[in-house]
């Protein structure tokens, strides 16, 4: 079995920068795509970007320029490099395989006010 623990989030000012990480254990699908994803409260749960097995990205138009996702195979980890974050990025985070082939993890809380 896979698990993915989020960490990294936290609350921040509009403008500022967070960096989001994804540790994976046990027996990954190395070529399997991995993605972020954010639910937001009342909102659906919605893929923000992703990244392919040969490092292909991906990401939504609301995130595109701002956010970079990046995978470390050796550790089994894939990270979301969160810029000029607004408040509309406030939500829950989460990685999980694209398509979704693990358990959903906890998350983390990225909260954006001033």
């Known amino acids: 079995q896979v698990q993915l623990v989020e960490s990294g989030g936290g609350l921040v000012q509009p403008g500022e920068s967070l960096r989001l990480s994804c540790a994976a254990s046990?027996?990954?699908?190395?070529?399997?795509?991995m993605g972020w994803y954010r639910q937001a409260p009342g909102k659906q749960r919605e893929l923000v970007a992703r990244?392919?097995?040969?490092?292909?990205?991906n990401y939504a138009d609301s995130v595109k320029g701002r956010f970079t996702i990046s995978r470390d195979d050796t550790k089994k980890t894939v990270y979301l490099q969160m810029n000029s974050l607004k408040p509309e990025d406030t939500a829950v985070y989460y990685c999980?395989?694209?398509?979704?082939?693990?358990?959903w993890g906890q998350g983390t809380q990225v909260t954006v006010s001033s």
């Open positions: 990244i392919t097995s040969i490092g292909v990205t």
């Open positions: 999980n395989g694209d398509p979704l082939v693990y358990t």
């Open positions: 046990g027996s990954i699908f190395s070529f399997v795509a």
